[in-house]
Structure formats: C-alpha cells, structure tokens
C-alpha cells in the first residue's frame, strides 16, 4: 500500500509529533511493503525514519493547511504525491482533501471540545475552520489512543462506535546509550518532573502550587517543568521551580531517569504518555485520577483527584518519602504497561488502515 501521513506535526516535537515518530518507525519496520509517504510543510528540520519518503513545500503550515480547509486546495493527497491507497491524520487539524484516497484519523481527545476556554482564541478559531467533527465523519475509521477517547467521541461527536478502533499508544522506549551517570542531570538535588505543553489543560500552575504547599511541609525536592507554552513566565522564578523549556531525545531521556518522581496533573488526557515514559524508565508517576489511566497504569501510579492541590501535595509527600511505595507503584506500572509497545501499536494503526481500503 501507498499511505501518505500528515506529518506536520514532526518538527514541534511535543506529544503528537512523539506518536507519530514512534508510530512511524513502527509501521516501516512491521510493514516494509508498504510506502510510507509523510508530507511536513515549511523549512524547520525535520527526520524522518528509515524507509519513510519525505515530502516538503516552500510554504509553512498554517498557508498551506488554513487555504486548504477554507477551500479543498492544495489537497494532502496531491501534497503528498498523490496515487494514494490511504490517507492517514494523527490528529485532527484543518487540511484540504480532495477525497482520491480513504482517510484513517486518530484522535487523542477532546480537549478543545470539552474544555475550550483553555484554548486561545486563535486556537479556537483555527478548530473550527478544520471543520474537526465533520473530519471524523468524512474519515473511513477513526482511531482512539483509548476507550476514554472512544467514549468522547461517542458522545460529543455522535460516531458510530462500530467505525472507531481503539489503539493505545506504545509505553515509550529509551533512548538506547542514555541513562549514565554522565548522561543524567547535572544537579545533585532531588526533582519532581514535568513533560509537556504548558498550558491551561495540563494544570502546570496547580502543580506548582501544590509543590510550593508540599516544599512548605518539609518536602526536599525541586520542581523541573520540560516544556514550552504560554504559561512559562508564570511558572519560571518560583522558589524550588526551573523551566527548561522543550527538551527531546537523550537530554529527556536523561531528565526522566534522574526524576524523584514525574507528576501528571492534567484536568484531561485522552492517553497520557509521560507516566507510561517515566515507568518504562522505573521512575514512579503522580496522576490526576482520570478514567484513561483505569486502562494503561492500573496500580502503577499515585494518584490524587483531578485539581485538589492538597490532595497532590500529599502525594509529592508520600513518593519523596517512601522509597518502598515508589518500589511498588513502578513494578506494578512495568507490569500494566508491558503490553503497550509501538509494535502494537502500529499493527492497530496499520490494521484500521487495511479495513479503510478494503471498504473503498
């Protein structure tokens, strides 16, 4: 088969661009029949895996993807060289079709439909001109990282359970050569961990707050945000905090391994990849206790409901303090997580794939 991929996530490096690059290393390896076809807009430097054809255009994203929704050109099937058997969208995002191949759309949540006011206007503005409900029905499968994003998309998007396959993400795989001691943070002190954007939907100012709670009450550790967003300058020149900003590949490789604990405070997730990254690496996570994580940590995190800042303060407390506990939580998270690998992930991606061409 001939699959072109949308690939513009690659150069940003946060939570979708790491699914497709993982995904993608997957497919080509699992499925080397295939041509892989992934299309990255503008001139940021990006790598693809072996065995993946790039494609490129002069004009950056939101020109070539915003005249694309508004009206159906330039098409991504022509983008991508066209004489496609699939179309495969790891996210939902405006773009223009021309309908030449069948369409596989993974969607990881819904977050800009449950929870817009976290977005900015810009943002919100750039969701409904993708038209993103209307993308889900127009695909020929829709793929859920979770039943949990499943049952949103039920819900909020009124889809037919029966056109939707649920895939899980793989657990993360360390960077091979990282995890010495020259390759760990530099600092001596304990830290706290945490991955991502930082934005109104990842709570990273309750956490912070919690931290500052948990600090007060004798807790010696720092907090060290890897990630990038809006809320940065809120964040950076708190007592105990740092910013590192985006961190990728073996330097965040190296962050995970050095971490006390990683803290996943987010009010919503449709998968949450960095507690299954911090387990793969045997560093315990801290959860909001969201129906997604009842799927892939089961026992294998401490967890605190979804924005009680006491309630996550105590558990900074109980992980910094309890090396048995931090034990416990990472031999059971090894062993929730053990079934969840890029491989199978990418034989779901690649299985929706096969049922939208046999439907064609």
Do not use: N
């Not at 513009?8 to 993982?22: C, N």
């Not at 026992?299 to 048995?324: I, S």
């Amino acid at each position: 088969m001939r699959i072109g991929v949308d690939a513009r996530h690659l150069p940003e490096g946060r939570g979708v661009a790491r699914y497709l690059q993982h995904a993608l290393e997957a497919l080509a390896a699992r499925f080397p029949g295939d041509e892989l076809v992934a299309f990255v807009p503008g001139r940021a430097p990006v790598a693809v895996p072996a065995g993946v054809e790039l494609r490129r255009s002069a004009l950056p994203g939101r020109a070539v993807f915003g005249l694309g929704a508004a009206t159906g050109r330039p098409a991504l099937e022509r983008l991508c060289g066209g004489r496609l058997d699939v179309l495969w969208l790891p996210a939902p995002a405006p773009v223009g079709l021309d309908g030449s191949a069948p369409l596989v759309l993974t969607v990881h949540d819904l977050s800009f439909v449950q929870r817009p006011g976290d977005f900015t206007a810009y943002e919100r503005l750039w969701h409904r001109a993708g038209r993103l409900r209307r993308l889900a029905h127009r695909a020929a499968r829709v793929i859920a990282v979770s039943g949990a994003t499943r049952d949103a998309l039920v819900a909020h998007w009124d889809l037919d359970p029966a056109r939707i396959d649920v895939v899980h993400e793989g657990a993360g795989t360390p960077v091979v050569g990282s995890g010495s001691d020259s390759d760990r943070e530099t600092t001596t002190a304990p830290y706290v961990l945490c991955v991502g954007a930082l934005e109104p939907r990842k709570a990273p100012e309750l956490l912070a707050g919690a931290f500052a709670r948990a600090r007060a009450r004798g807790l010696e550790a720092e907090l060290v945000f890897a990630g990038a967003g809006r809320l940065a300058a809120r964040l950076e020149g708190r007592p105990g905090v740092r910013v590192l900003g985006a961190v990728a590949g073996a330097a965040l490789d190296a962050l995970y391994r050095g971490a006390l604990a990683v803290a996943a405070p987010a009010w919503l997730e449709g998968f949450g990849l960095t507690p299954l990254e911090a387990l793969a690496r045997g560093v315990p996570p801290v959860v909001a206790d969201l129906p997604v994580y009842d799927e892939t940590l089961g026992d294998g995190a401490v967890r605190f409901p979804p924005g009680d800042a006491d309630a996550l303060a105590d558990a900074l407390l109980r992980v910094a303090r309890d090396e048995a506990l931090r034990a416990e939580v990472v031999a059971a998270g090894r062993r929730a997580i053990a079934p969840l690998t890029w491989e199978a992930c990418a034989d779901g991606i690649h299985a929706a794939i096969e049922k939208a061409v046999a439907a064609r």
